[in-house]
């Protein structure tokens, strides 16, 4: 249904490769909507949440990486 209603967007990831999005359900007379943007790669932003929100250092963050953690 939403393939036929036009709702289906096609993004490229940061690699180059197609990835199927829902567009905007609604549309309003007179505005562009924003195109969808590709979600964010698996772990892209693993450190900024851990050093920002938990406040953890480069060492922590390496060690965690040691141990296969992140």
């Not at 990835?19 to 359900?25: F, K, R």
């Not at 979600?39 to 851990?50: C, D, I, M, R, S």
């Amino acid at each position: 249904q939403a393939a036929a209603r036009g709702l289906r967007v096609v993004v490229r990831d940061p690699s180059g490769r197609p990835v199927d999005l829902v567009g905007t359900p609604f549309h309003i007379t007179g505005a562009t909507m924003p195109t969808p943007a590709a979600p964010p790669t698996l772990g892209q932003h693993t450190a900024e949440v851990l050093t920002s929100l938990l406040g953890m250092d480069a060492a922590q963050l390496e060690e965690l990486r040691r141990q296969g953690v992140i």
